[in-house]
Structures are given as C-alpha cells and as structure tokens.
Antibody, heavy 122, light 112 residues
Framework: AVQLVESGGGLVQPKESLKISCAAS????????MYWVRQAPGKGLEWVARIRTKPNNYATYYADSVKGRFTISRDDSKSMVYLQMDNLKTEDTAMYYC?????????????WGQGTLVTVSS | DVVMTQTPVSMSVSLGGQVSISCRSSQSLVHNNGNTYLSWYIQKPSQSPQLLIY???NRFSGISDRFSGSGSGTDFTLKISRVEPDDLGVYYC?????????FGAGTKLELK
C-alpha cells in the first residue's frame, strides 16, 4: 500500500527556517510527481509546491505566496521529498501534507500523508 | 488564478439520502492535452484529504460507486447516493490544469 509519512514540523519563530520531509513507499517513487499542500487551522486546502520527475528535469513550481522562500526537492534513491522553508511568516502556520501523483491514472494529489504541523509564532 | 467556487457551503442529509455538490471554475479546466483535471476529495474529521474522483468522472481505486462526478468546462457536480455515516466530512473540488493549482473552499456534509 502507498504510504507517505511526513516529519520535521514544529514551532519556529518568524524569519526562521525549517525543513520538513516526507518518506514514500508502496509505489515507484521515481516515476511520480510530488507535491506539498497546506491547510491553515480551520481553513481550506492550499497547494504549495510541485516537483516533477527526472525525465522532466525535476522541474519545480510554487504558489506565489511561497515563491522565493520555499524550495521543494527530492531524493529518488531514498524515496524522499523535502520542503525547505526559509524566512517563515506567521501566515505559513499550517498542517503540511505531502501528496503524490498517481502514475497509473495521471492525476495529481492521488495519495496523501497524515501531515506535519508547522507553527510560526514569536 | 483559477477560482473554484463550491456550493453549498454546508448541507444536512439523512442517512440513505442523496446529495449534490456544485463546483464552478472561473476558467475552463480543459488542459492543452485534452484532459480536464478536476478532482473531488473528502476530508473526514481529523484526517487528511483523500481522492474520490479524478478527471471529472473517474472513481479512484477503492471508491464506492455511490460517488459519481460529472460536468465539463467550468461546471462540475459531485453526487453521493445512499449516504452512509462514513461519508460525513468536508468535500473539496480541486483543479490540476493550470498553475497555481487551486481548491474550492469546501462543502461540509452533516447529518440531519
């Protein structure tokens, strides 16, 4: 079965940095685009970032709200995806979900992890 | 950005009943490759979202045939028949056609 397990969340102060991770298993990780989606407390879903596969040059895409501050990366040898978050703001406080595309039906956000909570507060 | 508008915001249903949720996009969701990347998700209380329907009308693996999706262009509908207790939660539509990917604000399904 597909599993996505996020880790690394916590409490940080504004302007600080944090790197969260996602360990994937149960599918051919190197073939799947990976995403981060966040959900502020009591709010809806917001797409954050996407990273494509090696044949697509690991191209990355970001929401305007995080562009220039967040960096998504992946390590296919470890089936891991990361989100480096710099210059954090209080409005970045959210549950961060790692999600994977389905390669069989070619659709994004097919599989979701349980999330890791990032709290930005002084 | 593509704005996804879901209606209603919340709705009450009796067990065994049927509901419809509407999702409208501010722009066509037809991709250059001909696919329409409109999906539906459910987020049950204290859980992460899970994919129900992809590309407008296709049920994801393991999803009951009580869930059906329809629509085209900018106007989409999710129907749930014979509602069961496990169907309760917040339903989101989302588009993966244009960057930035966007989601509707959600429709909360509660028991009457």
């Amino acid at each position: 079965a597909v599993q996505l397990v996020e880790s690394g969340g916590g409490l940080v102060q504004p302007k600080e940095s944090l790197k969260i991770s996602c360990a994937a298993s149960g599918f051919t990780f190197s073939n799947a685009a990976m995403y981060w989606v966040r959900q502020a407390p009591g709010k809806g879903l917001e797409w954050v970032a996407r990273i494509r596969t090696k044949p697509n040059n690991y191209a990355t895409y970001y929401a305007d709200s995080v562009k220039g501050r967040f960096t998504i990366s992946r390590d296919d040898s470890k089936s891991m995806v990361y989100l480096q978050m710099d210059n954090l703001k209080t409005e970045d406080t959210a549950m961060y979900y790692c999600t994977a595309a389905s390669t069989t039906v070619a659709t994004p956000f097919a599989y979701w992890g349980q999330g890791t909570l990032v709290t930005v507060s002084s | 950005d593509v704005v996804m508008t879901q209606t209603p915001v919340s709705m009450s249903v009796s067990l065994g009943g049927q509901v419809s949720i509407s999702c409208r996009s501010s722009q066509s969701l037809v991709h250059n490759n001909g696919n329409t990347y409109l999906s539906w998700y459910i987020q049950k209380p204290s859980q992460s979202p899970q994919l129900l329907i992809y590309k407008v009308s296709n049920r994801f693996s393991g999803i009951s045939d009580r869930f059906s999706g329809s629509g085209s262009g900018t106007d989409f509908t999710l129907k749930i028949s014979r509602v069961e207790p496990d169907d309760l939660g917040v339903y989101y539509c989302g588009q993966g056609t244009q960057y930035p990917y966007t989601f509707g604000a959600g429709t909360k399904l509660e028991l009457k």
